[in-house]
């Protein structure tokens, strides 16, 4: 089946840092990833989607200057957290869809295990 | 505004049973459905999904019923396991061309099967 990665599945860090996180899909190429957060109890919110060779589409209300999301290749893409601070602890989780013929039914999104972020 | 509802929270079952979760929406444009099991702190793992143009879709334990007119769609797991304790999220988008293939996600419903 598809599946995704993503790294680190958690990390501690202080608050002004930067953060960065990896999405890959490894066993299919990925022409479209979707980065979501996801508060205690609460549904996945859709924060961008990013598009291979192309800039990311954010959600409205999501900094995209505080949110750098990069799809540089079909496997990898990744969401850097600017100058974090504590409002910005949650679950991050991103998701990737493959090209239509690709693994698992088309137009499915495949998640990947998260990232805990924790900005102390 | 939510477009896709989940209206019950949490759903408690006897291992063996039948469990139903169900899920409304209010977009028409949505055309294709998906179901996604969840574990606390993992990402969302597929589980099964239906096309508009279907009313029913099955594998294995688990079958999608979707109701177009009523704008609403459930989840039937026959018999529930301990194992599917999880939560389960109703997703949906609209058609390919449009809004970027973006999902849209339910609440969630916590589901506990009893021993």
């Known amino acids: 089946g598809a599946v995704v990665s993503q790294h680190p599945s958690w990390v501690i860090c202080k608050s002004g840092t930067s953060v960065k996180i990896e999405c890959r899909s490894l066993?299919?190429?990925?022409?479209?990833m979707f980065w979501y957060r996801q508060f205690p109890k609460q549904s996945l919110m859709l924060m961008a989607t990013?598009?291979?060779?192309?800039?990311?589409?954010?959600e409205q209300g999501v900094e995209k200057d505080k949110f750098l999301i990069n799809h540089a290749s079909l496997t990898l893409s990744t969401l850097t957290v600017t100058s974090a601070h504590p409002e910005d602890s949650s679950f991050y989780i991103c998701?990737?869809?493959?090209?239509?013929?690709?693994?698992?039914?088309?137009?499915?999104?495949?998640f990947g295990p998260g990232t805990r972020l924790t900005v102390l | 505004d939510q477009q896709v509802k989940q209206n019950s929270p949490s759903l408690s079952v006897q291992e063996g049973r039948i469990s139903i979760l169900n899920c409304d929406y209010t977009?028409?444009?949505?055309?294709?459905f998906l179901w996604y099991k969840k574990y606390p702190a993992e990402g969302p793992t597929f589980l099964i999904s239906?096309?508009?143009?279907?009313d029913k879709n099955e594998d294995g334990r688990f079958t999608v019923f979707l109701n177009k007119s009523a704008k609403h769609l459930s989840l039937h797991i026959v018999p529930s396991q301990p194992g599917d304790s999880a939560v389960y999220f109703c997703?949906?988008?609209?058609?390919?061309?449009?809004?970027?293939?973006?999902?849209?996600f339910g609440g969630g419903t916590r589901v506990l099967v009893k021993p």
């Open positions: 998701s990737a869809r493959g090209a239509s013929g690709s693994a698992g039914p088309a137009d499915t999104q495949y």
């Open positions: 066993d299919f190429q990925a022409t479209t």
């Open positions: 990013s598009n291979e060779g192309s800039k990311a589409t954010y």
């Open positions: 977009n028409s444009m949505f055309d294709y």
């Open positions: 239906i096309s508009s143009i279907k």
């Open positions: 997703a949906a988008r609209p058609a390919i061309k449009a809004a970027g293939n973006k999902l849209t």
